[in-house]
């Protein structure tokens, strides 16, 4: 098998890995991490589901502009370091260590970064979710292609 054809497996693999709740840590960014950390029904609320992730920043590390599951309303809250967000038109903001922001359900999260270039940053972000939706993190990329 070619070396090209093995990192693309690899790479694929990643991206569905960060779709499935309790699937293994995964990146799809550029120095960034996301481990599934909870997923549970919410009994009194049939057909939704609360599914948390930390997502780790490595030094001037990077997410991908994406989008989430069209049900998911998601709330971001920094654990260490800085983060720097923008959800759709908003302008963007450094976060700090115990602030937070949300995501609404159909919002393009456009920049969300570490805000350093010397030391790491962490966040934990839970979703409410439908239980049955299968990827919780797409690439604009990825979206703008399954459109077409």
């Known amino acids: 098998m070619r070396m090209t054809s093995i990192v693309s497996v690899a790479y694929a693999a990643l991206i ?80 700090q260590p115990g602030e937070s922001f949300y995501e609404t359900p159909g919002s393009r ?7 350093s270039n010397s030391k790491p940053a962490k966040l934990l972000a839970v979703f409410v979710i439908n239980s049955d939706e299968k990827e919780l993190t797409i690439s604009v990329d990825q979206e703008s292609r399954s459109k077409k």
């Not at 309790?22 to 550029?30: F, K, N, T």
């Not at 999260?109 to 805000?115: C, D, E, G, L």
């Open 16 to 95: 569905i890995a960060i779709g499935v709740p309790g699937a293994p840590a995964a990146a799809h960014g550029i120095g960034e991490t996301v481990t599934p950390h909870f997923s549970q029904p919410i009994p009194n609320i049939p057909g939704k589901s609360l599914v948390a992730v930390v997502v780790e920043y490595a030094p001037g590390g990077a997410s991908l502009p994406h989008v989430h599951a069209n049900s998911a309303f998601i709330l971001g809250y920094v654990l260490s370091g800085e983060i720097v967000s923008q959800v759709n038109d908003e302008p963007s903001r450094v976060y």
């Open 109 to 115: 999260h456009v920049v969300s970064r570490n805000a």
